[in-house]
């Protein structure tokens, strides 16, 4: 009987001692090259359920017309591209395009500007001294958008702010009682300030977690050359750390192109919302305080691709790094 088992196949031989046969090369290559993929199913579902559904949805309501009937029971009629015309024909649509986009520019680029140097002076700092910087910046970060607005709102209150009393008392009588959300221009200048304010923390806390992965004896070498502070970071630390940097950036652009809590509290707060609308708050205006949904998606569409747009040249930079 074991003559016969020692010729029989593997299986058989396995099968007859009351084994399964042991797997082969191929299967476990099959088993380790699907692994992966179910292990990221369950986000990927997740994601479909969460974010697939709506936006296919706001999406095929873009091409309806969906008002305030609609909501209440009536079917959406469907009138194709004629949303799309309407808000691409009004020149307040294009008005807050353009100021989305300022905005964008000059939110993003303070943000990335400013976070650098705190990043950089972190990395020049005492470790006590460097605790405390990072403590202050983690409770700006950690504070919620509601209390944090409801500061900056006291700090700029027309009759009761902090700032219009600082400024009298040091003699400039003219902003006794001045409104600062009144003008679109010191309005908007004022929310690129509290939106910097609340941004800079993560980009000081991941552009100086990448710093502190720069070589020590590159430095040290072109120090020993006579490379100064600036030609250092400049052509060593910069280039080293450029991933983290383009990704930061990138997360910059798509949070600041549809900021909208801190545009929307600081117009409840005085600011003429017809004049100092960005993207988000536009949208929101559009649906719930007008309610044309069907428009208000047209508009959410067209933001998905201007930001799809903007970061292409990003991603795909980022894909070459890779």
């Known amino acids: 009987m074991s003559d016969v088992l020692a010729r029989a196949p593997q299986s058989r031989r396995a099968a007859a001692a009351g084994r399964r046969p042991a797997p082969t090369a191929s299967g476990a290559r099959r088993a380790t090259a699907i692994a992966p993929y179910l292990l990221v199913l369950p986000v990927i579902a997740t994601m479909v359920i969460a974010l697939g559904y709506p936006l296919v949805r706001q999406f095929v309501m873009s091409f309806q017309k969906y008002g305030l009937e609609q909501q209440f029971g ?31 520019v000059a939110a993003a680029g303070l ?39 409801t500061i900056w709102q006291w700090l700029f209150d027309t009759n009761y702010g902090v700032i219009n009393w600082l400024l009298v008392k040091i003699g400039l009588d003219q902003f006794k009682g001045h409104s600062w959300l009144i003008e679109p221009v010191s309005f908007l200048t004022i929310a690129v300030i509290v939106v910097v304010w609340m941004s800079v923390p993560f980009v ?3 552009l100086n977690a990448a710093l502190t992965q720069v070589s020590g004896e590159q430095l040290e070498a072109a120090e020993l050359d006579g490379a100064n502070a600036w030609e250092r970071f400049l052509h060593i630390k910069l280039p080293t750390i450029m991933p983290v940097v383009m990704v930061v950036s990138l997360l910059q652009v798509i949070w600041d192109l549809r900021v ?19 993207l988000g708050t536009y949208i929101y205006n559009l649906g719930l305080g007008q309610g044309d949904f069907g428009k208000a998606a047209a ?4 933001m998905l691709a201007l930001t799809l747009g903007l970061t292409f040249f990003y991603v795909r930079k980022l894909a070459k790094e890779v």
């Open 74 to 104: 009536k079917a959406p009629e469907w009138i194709g591209l004629d949303n799309y015309k309407a808000i691409f024909a009004d020149p307040a649509v294009w008005a807050v395009i353009t100021r989305s986009l300022l905005f964008c």
């Open 111 to 149: 943000t990335m500007v400013v976070g650098m140097a705190v990043a950089v002076l972190m990395t020049k700092l005492v470790r006590w001294l460097r605790v405390v910087v990072q403590s202050v910046l983690l409770i700006a970060w950690a504070m919620p958008v509601i209390a944090s607005m």
């Open 260 to 278: 909208f809590a801190q545009i929307y509290y600081l117009q409840q707060a005085g600011g003429v919302a017809s004049e100092t609308n960005l």
């Open 204 to 206: 000081a806390f991941s």
């Open 299 to 302: 508009v959410a569409i067209f």
